[in-house]
């Protein structure tokens, strides 16, 4: 079995910054890459950045700039700093990563979702 768990959601004022951290565990051999997604009321679910295991980093372009993904390898856990926090950013904010179990099997994984809301 292999879980993903996330935290660091909450409620900040616009401007603000919150730090989402998603760790996996279970019966895994390597992760390739990991991901944030997020999806607002009404809307679908949308790529915010995802970064490989050489840390190569991509972003969607409305977070460019203020969104920062990194991942600590040795803990199987990625991150996301979120600076300058813009109403339109409240969202469900949910980890993704494509995994390779030590049984042989390689799928894409997915957390239960953590809240962000900006609001003043």
């Known amino acids: 079995q292999v879980q993903l768990v996330e935290s660091g959601g909450g409620l900040v004022q616009p401007g603000g910054s919150l730090r989402l951290s998603c760790a996996a565990s279970?019966?895994?051999?390597?992760?390739?890459?990991m991901a944030w997604y997020r999806q607002a009321p009404g809307k679908q679910r949308e790529l915010v950045a995802g970064?490989?295991?050489?840390?190569?980093?991509n972003y969607a372009d409305s977070v460019k700039g203020r969104f920062t993904i990194s991942r600590d390898n040795t803990r199987n856990t990625v991150y996301l700093q979120m600076n300058s926090l813009k109403f339109e950013d409240t969202a469900v904010y949910f980890c993704?990563?494509?995994?390779?179990?030590?049984?042989?099997?390689?799928?894409?994984?997915w957390g239960q979702g953590t809240q962000v809301t900006v609001s003043s």
């Open positions: 993704n990563a494509e995994i390779y179990t030590v049984w042989g099997r390689r799928g894409t994984y």
């Open positions: 970064i490989t295991s050489d840390s190569s980093a």
């Open positions: 279970g019966s895994i051999l390597d992760i390739s890459t």
